[in-house]
């Protein structure tokens, strides 16, 4: 950082903007949230999560067991008796609590999440938590109006929901999940990722804040395995997961023959698709949004760019200019655009990629900017001269790695962008409102944004096709997951 | 106030209560009626409440110019924005409970508890509706797969400014059942509230003005049913009439004149303020835009998936 002089001297250095962290207080330890209560895992297993940013430790967490998850699970089967014969508008007045509470703790948890996720909290504060509260409210809204969602007269909740959440959106993934749950009048047993505990927690207190009746959201950190025992569990009427798609498919073998009904968001090669005629600035805008966004560790992010062979050049050269103007660093300054991946782990898998990616050919550049020394980090990249045979324009890499491709008509775009085991995610610039519509149309993905990139909103159903997984999540399509229709 | 809850004061806290004066609700303010006049409220027992401001036609009209003004803005928020603002004003209304316990039960002649239910309803009525602002879209709207290359998308939107009658015996239940749905996707409302027991609706005017709802959204008038409704029924720039609490003959007279501009009217119907309340009313208040939009063609090649 500057001193005073060199600022005075440099009227353009710049100057960090850092939130403050005070308004957060994590505890050095947290348990289990079973049955109401915090408690310590039965064979005594705890983990650390740290801050990917600065490889701080944040806290120790309980890891749940085989043990805890039969704990949970029957917490969850004793509460469903009384919380699905409630009237549904006395659930509903229970969700809107928890939605008002988010509202009001909502920036103690935008840096909870940044401090626990590497997440900028630029996105924290203005994405992650409004769409929190938003989907809470949303949920709660619909809880005494059931009748009303098309699914026939008095529809019944299928009883304990198994919720197993990855860690790009900790606190938005598990909104997700419960709102719709409790809303219907399930139970839920969630677990959140192993990296991302912390916010999954916070949510735990916030239930005891709402005065929500022990049993209803029971909240169980831990690894895969955790995760594994939820989904096996003989008691769980329901399972609902978003994360990798190899794991997605495992889940399936493991709830095949049951009566487990279940809902799958996996993972996305979205193809963000750029026609001659498009607004190229706004379009440069939505494709940083939609690669960039969370460090790319989004599902739908848009990591293929499609563009028209004759306006590449001059999209490209916008693009690496915007690419130059992003801030990568401290996931807290405000200024912040490129936070923190968000383990070594998953670090080491998109440096993997993009090695693999050179190795075959494909052009690589990235944005000129100075990594921390501290923590885990991938400057922004980009690959051209990417053919529909390479790795990085297959593989979801899950990171801020864009490969670009491209197409000379209208056709070889819709045939490129649907050559993918995924179909989650799609966008299409042009100015032409009939090609948007006619693309959208052939467009084998559940999500298609036009002249606009990664929108969510509560009342918008959200989901894949393909091996992007099954199930909508959001809007009235949402509730179908978690009633026995 | 009545004398029997005066004296129990007195007694608890040896002090002379202070009375409200009752005032109507017109574009976010407080006037007293234009004409200066007030008609006694009574209790069902006979006992002096209030003196309520008398509203003439010009209070009806100057409502009317409110509630026009305030459309736009309303209409215009996001259906989630809506919502908050409904729910805002359940917040505000479960604080304000002992409050319209009383004024119902003095209103209607019931028992405490039973005023109790009255009011506990009404909240989670407007919990109800606060609801359904980004909801009913998604089931009053929708594609139509029409036969032909054409995206073709209907939504529902807000009428305009309705003048809504608010029952005459469900003071406070019934006026919360019927300017919910109105409000909650995006109309204004003028209220005339119950001629004999419009102390609720009068205090429910003091909620909305500090619920973030914006001034002019709803706007409350006193007085005499008739007298009221009539100018409203004949308005021009009043778009739909909820004819609730007219009696049958003021009902028809009053959808004769809302033909002039051919006025959406719900007529009068018994209702049990207490059940499920469907979705009429909402969807009574709105209109449905069909879009069109071509969607091209790409010819017959692209993709086998």
Redesign the interface.
């Given at each position: 950082m500057a001193d005073k002089t060199e600022t005075l001297n440099n009227p353009f250095e710049y100057a960090p903007a850092p939130e403050s962290r005070s308004v957060v207080d994590i505890a050095p330890s947290y348990g289990l949230f079973i049955d109401g209560e915090f408690t310590e895992a039965a064979d005594g297993k705890v983990f650390k999560t740290v801050s990917p940013a600065t490889e701080e430790v944040l806290s120790e967490v309980a890891q749940a067991g085989a043990a805890d998850v039969d704990r949970a699970v029957k917490a969850a089967r004793k509460a469903f008796v009384k919380w699905s014969a409630l009237p549904g508008a006395e659930r509903a007045k229970y969700l809107f609590r928890i939605a008002r509470i988010i509202q009001e703790r909502s920036r103690e948890l935008a840096v909870l999440e940044t401090l626990d996720n590497g997440k900028p909290i630029k996105e924290t504060r203005d994405a992650d938590l409004p769409l929190v509260a938003a989907h809470f409210f949303y949920y709660a809204g619909w809880a005494d109006k059931l009748d009303h969602a098309g699914y026939g007269a008095n529809p019944q909740p299928l009883g304990v929901a198994g919720q197993v959440i990855p860690w790009n959106f900790p606190l938005l993934m598990l909104a997700w999940k419960i709102a719709p749950a409790l809303a219907t009048g399930n139970t839920v047993v969630l677990k959140p990722a192993e990296t991302t505990p912390l916010s999954a927690l916070f949510f735990a207190d916030i239930c005891r804040q709402a005065g929500l009746p022990k049993g209803v959201v029971n909240i169980l950190p831990g690894y895969g395995d955790t995760g594994a025992a939820i989904v096996a569990h003989d008691d769980v009427n329901k399972v609902a997961f978003t994360g990798s798609t190899a794991v997605g498919k495992e889940i399936a073998r493991t709830v095949a023959g049951t009566d487990k009904k279940l809902t799958l968001e996996l993972g996305g090669k979205g193809a963000n698709i750029v026609f001659d005629d498009a607004p190229i600035d706004q379009a440069v805008e939505g494709i940083v949004s939609g690669i960039f966004f969370n460090q790319g560790q989004v599902c739908c992010a848009g990591s293929r760019l499609l563009v028209q062979e004759s306006v590449q050049d001059e999209l490209l050269d916008s693009l690496k200019r915007r690419l130059g103007t992003l801030r990568l660093g401290d996931p807290l300054d405000k200024n912040t655009d490129i936070g923190a991946i968000n383990s070594a782990e998953q670090l080491a898998r998109i440096t993997a990629l993009a090695e693999t990616g050179e190795a075959e050919g494909a052009e690589r550049w990235s944005a000129p900017c100075e990594l921390p020394t501290s923590g885990y980090w991938f400057a922004p990249t980009l690959f051209t001269n990417v053919t529909q045979a390479h790795t990085v324009a297959r593989d979801e890499i899950f990171g801020p790695v864009l490969s670009v491709l491209t197409f000379r008509t209208p056709e070889e775009a819709v045939a490129k962008a649907n050559n993918s085991q995924y179909g989650l995610s799609a966008g299409i610039w042009t100015e032409k409102g009939s090609r948007i519509l006619a693309v959208a149309d052939r467009l084998r993905a559940g999500v298609v944004w036009a002249n606009t990139f990664n929108k969510f909103d509560p009342t918008s159903p959200f989901g894949g096709y393909k091996e992007s997984g099954f199930g909508r999540e959001g809007g009235r399509h949402g509730l179908e997951a978690y009633l026995d229709v | 106030m009545s004398e029997k809850s005066e004296k129990s004061e007195k007694s608890e806290q040896n002090r002379l209560s202070v009375f409200k004066t009752y005032k109507l609700y017109v574009g976010g303010k407080f006037p007293r009626s234009e004409s200066g006049r007030v008609y006694e409220v009574t209790s069902s027992k006979g006992e002096w409440l209030a003196n309520a401001p008398q509203s003439s036609r010009k209070d009806a009209r100057d409502a009317v110019v409110a509630a026009r003004k305030a459309f736009g803005g309303w209409a215009g928020k996001t259906?989630?924005n809506r919502?908050?603002v409904l729910?805002r004003v359940a917040e505000m209304l479960e604080g304000r409970r002992e409050q319209f316990v009383r004024e119902v039960a003095d209103a209607e002649g019931l028992s405490k508890s039973k005023a109790a239910a009255q009011v506990d309803a009404a909240i989670?009525r407007w919990?109800?509706y606060?609801?359904?602002?980004?909801?009913i879209a998604?089931?009053a709207g929708g594609a139509n797969p029409v036969a032909g290359?054409y995206?073709n998308l209907s939504s529902p939107e807000p009428t305009g400014v309705v003048a809504v009658v608010a029952p005459q015996e469900s003071s406070f239940l019934g006026l919360v059942s019927v300017v919910a749905p109105v409000i909650a996707t995006g109309n204004t409302a003028v209220v005339i509230a119950s001629e004999a027991a419009p102390l609720p609706a009068l205090s429910l005017g003091e909620v909305l003005a500090t619920s973030d709802l914006p001034g002019g959204v709803v706007n409350v008038l006193s007085g005499r049913t008739a007298e009221i409704t009539a100018p409203l029924a004949a308005h021009q720039d009043v778009n739909a009439l909820d004819l609730c609490g007219a009696d049958e003959v003021l009902a028809k007279e009053l959808e004769v004149a809302a033909a002039d501009n051919l006025k959406r009217v719900v007529r009068p119907q018994p209702v049990d303020w207490s059940a499920d309340q469907g979705?009429h009313r909402l969807t009574a208040f709105l209109e449905t835009k069909t879009v069109w939009?071509?969607?091209?063609?790409?010819?017959a090649?692209?993709?086998?998936?």
């Amino acid at each position: 950082m500057a001193d005073k002089t060199e600022t005075l001297n440099n009227p353009f250095e710049y100057a960090p903007a850092p939130e403050s962290r005070s308004v957060v207080d994590i505890a050095p330890s947290y348990g289990l949230f079973i049955d109401g209560e915090f408690t310590e895992a039965a064979d005594g297993k705890v983990f650390k999560t740290v801050s990917p940013a600065t490889e701080e430790v944040l806290s120790e967490v309980a890891q749940a067991g085989a043990a805890d998850v039969d704990r949970a699970v029957k917490a969850a089967r004793k509460a469903f008796v009384k919380w699905s014969a409630l009237p549904g508008a006395e659930r509903a007045k229970y969700l809107f609590r928890i939605a008002r509470i988010i509202q009001e703790r909502s920036r103690e948890l935008a840096v909870l999440e940044t401090l626990d996720n590497g997440k900028p909290i630029k996105e924290t504060r203005d994405a992650d938590l409004p769409l929190v509260a938003a989907h809470f409210f949303y949920y709660a809204g619909w809880a005494d109006k059931l009748d009303h969602a098309g699914y026939g007269a008095n529809p019944q909740p299928l009883g304990v929901a198994g919720q197993v959440i990855p860690w790009n959106f900790p606190l938005l993934m598990l909104a997700w999940k419960i709102a719709p749950a409790l809303a219907t009048g399930n139970t839920v047993v969630l677990k959140p990722a192993e990296t991302t505990p912390l916010s999954a927690l916070f949510f735990a207190d916030i239930c005891r804040q709402a005065g929500l009746p022990k049993g209803v959201v029971n909240i169980l950190p831990g690894y895969g395995d955790t995760g594994a025992a939820i989904v096996a569990h003989d008691d769980v009427n329901k399972v609902a997961f978003t994360g990798s798609t190899a794991v997605g498919k495992e889940i399936a073998r493991t709830v095949a023959g049951t009566d487990k009904k279940l809902t799958l968001e996996l993972g996305g090669k979205g193809a963000n698709i750029v026609f001659d005629d498009a607004p190229i600035d706004q379009a440069v805008e939505g494709i940083v949004s939609g690669i960039f966004f969370n460090q790319g560790q989004v599902c739908c992010a848009g990591s293929r760019l499609l563009v028209q062979e004759s306006v590449q050049d001059e999209l490209l050269d916008s693009l690496k200019r915007r690419l130059g103007t992003l801030r990568l660093g401290d996931p807290l300054d405000k200024n912040t655009d490129i936070g923190a991946i968000n383990s070594a782990e998953q670090l080491a898998r998109i440096t993997a990629l993009a090695e693999t990616g050179e190795a075959e050919g494909a052009e690589r550049w990235s944005a000129p900017c100075e990594l921390p020394t501290s923590g885990y980090w991938f400057a922004p990249t980009l690959f051209t001269n990417v053919t529909q045979a390479h790795t990085v324009a297959r593989d979801e890499i899950f990171g801020p790695v864009l490969s670009v491709l491209t197409f000379r008509t209208p056709e070889e775009a819709v045939a490129k962008a649907n050559n993918s085991q995924y179909g989650l995610s799609a966008g299409i610039w042009t100015e032409k409102g009939s090609r948007i519509l006619a693309v959208a149309d052939r467009l084998r993905a559940g999500v298609v944004w036009a002249n606009t990139f990664n929108k969510f909103d509560p009342t918008s159903p959200f989901g894949g096709y393909k091996e992007s997984g099954f199930g909508r999540e959001g809007g009235r399509h949402g509730l179908e997951a978690y009633l026995d229709v | 106030m009545s004398e029997k809850s005066e004296k129990s004061e007195k007694s608890e806290q040896n002090r002379l209560s202070v009375f409200k004066t009752y005032k109507l609700y017109v574009g976010g303010k407080f006037p007293r009626s234009e004409s200066g006049r007030v008609y006694e409220v009574t209790s069902s027992k006979g006992e002096w409440l209030a003196n309520a401001p008398q509203s003439s036609r010009k209070d009806a009209r100057d409502a009317v110019v409110a509630a026009r003004k305030a459309f736009g803005g309303w209409a215009g928020k996001t259906a989630y924005n809506r919502g908050q603002v409904l729910y805002r004003v359940a917040e505000m209304l479960e604080g304000r409970r002992e409050q319209f316990v009383r004024e119902v039960a003095d209103a209607e002649g019931l028992s405490k508890s039973k005023a109790a239910a009255q009011v506990d309803a009404a909240i989670d009525r407007w919990v109800w509706y606060a609801g359904w602002t980004d909801k009913i879209a998604q089931i009053a709207g929708g594609a139509n797969p029409v036969a032909g290359p054409y995206f073709n998308l209907s939504s529902p939107e807000p009428t305009g400014v309705v003048a809504v009658v608010a029952p005459q015996e469900s003071s406070f239940l019934g006026l919360v059942s019927v300017v919910a749905p109105v409000i909650a996707t995006g109309n204004t409302a003028v209220v005339i509230a119950s001629e004999a027991a419009p102390l609720p609706a009068l205090s429910l005017g003091e909620v909305l003005a500090t619920s973030d709802l914006p001034g002019g959204v709803v706007n409350v008038l006193s007085g005499r049913t008739a007298e009221i409704t009539a100018p409203l029924a004949a308005h021009q720039d009043v778009n739909a009439l909820d004819l609730c609490g007219a009696d049958e003959v003021l009902a028809k007279e009053l959808e004769v004149a809302a033909a002039d501009n051919l006025k959406r009217v719900v007529r009068p119907q018994p209702v049990d303020w207490s059940a499920d309340q469907g979705t009429h009313r909402l969807t009574a208040f709105l209109e449905t835009k069909t879009v069109w939009h071509p969607t091209g063609s790409l010819g017959a090649s692209g993709s086998a998936y």
